[in-house]
């Protein structure tokens, strides 16, 4: 997978899951994400396409983007999280405060950005 298209699923990862969260869960959405790649040795886009792994890709009818600003925020975002260090400790996990998933009994606590819940394993 070439960079510009880890750089495309990393900016649809964080719109579809993140785009209202101040720039600080947004990041920690990205970092997640790029956590998650580097902890499976996996591309960016097999991680964020992974059944079941984030709610927009077997939620949505669509992948594309509608809100344009929006969008150019979220890529500014996946730049941003690609050239400065992880702040969520290494978070491979998150989940929205009005659910409390099974798995989140069982990981470790990092903190919270916005509306989301940040976890290791």
Same mark, same amino acid.
């Given at each position: 997978?070439?960079?510009?298209?880890?750089?495309?699923w990393l900016t649809l990862n964080v719109y579809h899951e993140a785009r209202s969260e101040p720039e600080i869960g947004q990041m920690a959405v990205a970092?997640?994400?790029?956590?998650?790649?580097? &902890?499976? @040795?996996? /591309?960016?886009?097999?991680?964020?396409? $992974?059944?079941?792994?984030?709610?927009? #890709?077997?939620?949505?009818?669509?992948?594309?983007?509608?809100?344009?600003? &929006?969008? @150019?925020? /979220?890529?500014?975002?996946?730049?941003? $999280?690609?050239?400065?260090?992880?702040? #969520?400790?290494?978070?491979?996990?998150?989940?929205?405060?009005?659910?409390?998933?099974?798995?989140?009994?069982?990981?470790?606590?990092?903190?919270?950005?916005?509306?989301?819940?940040?976890?290791?394993?």
């Amino acid at each position: 997978m070439s960079f510009l298209e880890g750089l495309l699923w990393l900016t649809l990862n964080v719109y579809h899951e993140a785009r209202s969260e101040p720039e600080i869960g947004q990041m920690a959405v990205a970092h997640v994400t790029l956590n998650r790649a580097i &902890a499976k @040795q996996k /591309s960016v886009g097999e991680i964020v396409t $992974a059944p079941y792994q984030f709610s927009w #890709t077997f939620q949505k009818q669509s992948y594309l983007p509608t809100e344009f600003k &929006a969008l @150019q925020q /979220s890529a500014s975002i996946a730049l941003k $999280a690609l050239t400065t260090p992880d702040f #969520t400790q290494g978070a491979t996990f998150y989940h929205h405060t009005r659910v409390h998933p099974h798995w989140a009994d069982d990981m470790t606590f990092i903190a919270q950005y916005g509306s989301h819940k940040f976890y290791s394993n």
